[in-house]
């Protein structure tokens, strides 16, 4: 039977005591294709340890294995991609010439990433070749990107239900887009081109609705879902693995300069159209309720609800992030009726 070119995946028990991993091969092509058959064969193969990003697995672990997927002669996420492009492409033949140079004309996800972005992005006077030269300039050359780029489209895949393929987060999620377009103005404002950073944030807000500072910090994994009107300030800090949803304000309390935005411990989950002012601290693995006003310092695994909110009580040790659930259930605490001190 010939071969399809389509991704195996395997799982590797690693005796040492860390988490499983995936190991990946690409079958050789072959002329006759598999006519999308094997699209899905990747999913069927334990997609829980598939390829980087694995959800319950211990940090240590994720982020060794982060670390070394810029450096792999394998690459999965781009190898899903692909094969994901072409099996759309025989299913709705009118999308093939889209899907042909959006990804199958390049020959890795940082090209294929820059040509989409500046596509969606250009104007009148930043024409998209322009805008792929400084994107290929920037992704290509920046390793913390290569990596983030991927981690964030494993979350994309992993926490969004809509999400089915990790070629939709590329090509037609705008909060993924948005995301990664920030990547890109946050590099060059730290090079030092603040005022091209500048003009991208603004394009960005007009195309995606999402209004993120390029000097903000955002860590990995992170999922915008929806991301429309979500806007995050100079001095925000958002630490790996959070998911923001749609209508988020990491906004400063008024015009004094400095420090002055929220700062997102790692595995938050901050609810649609939740507003968090000032420098304050929000924990790690913390939950911030769909429509609560948050001034003061929320601690690690909390929920806080309401305006202005309250804590609730405590969540259980997994990160909310990851489970993306958003109810108050009370078998979902240790604790209940938690409220602030007065201190």
């Known amino acids: 039977m010939a071969s399809c070119g389509c991704l195996v995946l395997e799982k590797v028990e690693d005796h040492s005591g860390e988490a499983a991993r995936g190991r990946v091969k690409v079958a050789p092509s072959a002329a006759s294709g598999c006519g999308g058959s094997c699209a899905g064969v990747w999913r069927r193969r334990s997609e829980a340890i598939f390829p980087i ?12 294995a982060a670390r070394g997927i810029v450096d792999s002669a394998d690459d999965p ?6 094969s994901e492009a072409k099996s759309e492409a025989e299913k709705e033949p009118i999308l093939s010439s889209f899907l042909y140079a959006s990804v199958l004309s390049h020959d890795c996800l940082e090209r294929a990433l820059s040509f989409v972005l500046a596509n ?5 006077t930043l024409l998209a070749t322009q805008l792929i030269d400084i994107f290929n300039d920037v992704m290509m050359n920046n390793k913390d990107i290569c990596r983030s780029i991927r981690l964030d489209a ?3 895949k992993d926490r969004d239900p809509a999400c089915a393929q990790y070629s939709w987060a590329l090509l037609y999620l705008k909060g993924y887009q948005s995301l990664q377009s920030y990547r890109i103005a946050n590099v060059l404002w730290n090079q030092g081109r603040k005022v091209l950073a500048l003009a991208l944030q603004s394009r960005i807000s007009e195309v995606f609705a999402v209004d993120i500072h390029p000097a903000a910090k955002i860590g990995e994994g992170i999922l ?4 429309t009107g979500l806007v995050i300030g100079e001095t925000a800090v958002v630490g790996n693995w959070v998911s923001l949803m749609q209508g988020v304000t990491l906004g400063g309390t008024g015009k004094e300069h400095g420090d002055r935005h929220p700062k997102i411990g790692q ?3 901050i609810g649609a159209g939740a507003t968090i002012l000032g420098n304050i601290n929000v924990g790690e693995g913390a939950m911030i309720a769909a429509g609560s006003l948050v001034l003061k ?3 690690p695994h909390s929920m806080a609800v309401g305006n202005p909110a309250k804590i609730v009580g405590y969540m259980e040790k997994e990160d909310p992030s990851l489970t993306m659930k958003h109810d108050a259930r009370r078998d979902y605490f240790e604790h209940v009726a938690i409220r602030y001190s007065d201190d």
Do not use: C, N
Request: hydrophobic content about 45%; overall charge negative; aromatic content about 8%.
């Open 267 to 269: 595995g938050a989950l």
């Open 53 to 64: 990003y694995v959800m319950g697995s211990s940090r240590a672990s994720t982020v060794a």
């Open 120 to 124: 969606r992005l250009e104007d009148p």
């Open 224 to 227: 915008l879902d929806h991301g």
């Open 154 to 156: 494993q979350a994309f």
């Open 77 to 82: 996420i781009w190898e899903a991609v692909k």
């Open 297 to 299: 310092d929320v601690p």
